[in-house]
């Protein structure tokens, strides 16, 4: 089974940053595509971040040049580095194993960890 452990989400004021990770177990992680998924009440999960095997990445509008996804295949982690937080980005963060990138879009993977709160307040 692939299991998929998210930690560092938390409580911080607009302005502030986190840095999410999420360790995989179970899987060739290094060959697999990761992404990093949110999903806000009554809204639709989204994805935030996407990065290939190759460490291609992509971003959400919404989130350029403020966060930053990025994985150390020696530990099974990928993270996600947020910064500038908005309330707007206030959601449950979800890493997905197997996100795989065709034709100028990210799909997700079959596998996700249970989520981790990201609270962020004026």
């Known amino acids: 089974q692939v299991q998929l452990v998210e930690s560092g989400g938390g409580l911080v004021q607009a302005g502030g940053s986190l840095r999410l990770s999420c360790v995989a177990s179970g899987s060739i992680f290094s060959i697999n595509g990761m992404g990093w998924y949110r999903q806000a009440p009554g809204k639709q999960r989204e994805l935030v971040a996407g990065i290939t095997s190759r460490q291609t990445t992509n971003y959400a509008d919404s989130v350029k040049g403020r966060f930053t996804i990025f994985r150390d295949n020696a530990k099974n982690t990928v993270y996600l580095q947020m910064n500038s937080l908005k309330p707007e980005d206030t959601a449950v963060y979800f890493c997905?194993?197997?996100?795989?990138?065709?034709?100028?879009?990210?799909?997700?993977?079959?596998?996700w960890g249970q989520g981790t709160q990201v609270t962020v307040s004026s």
């Open positions: 997905n194993h197997g996100t795989y990138y065709s034709g100028g879009n990210y799909y997700p993977g079959d596998y």
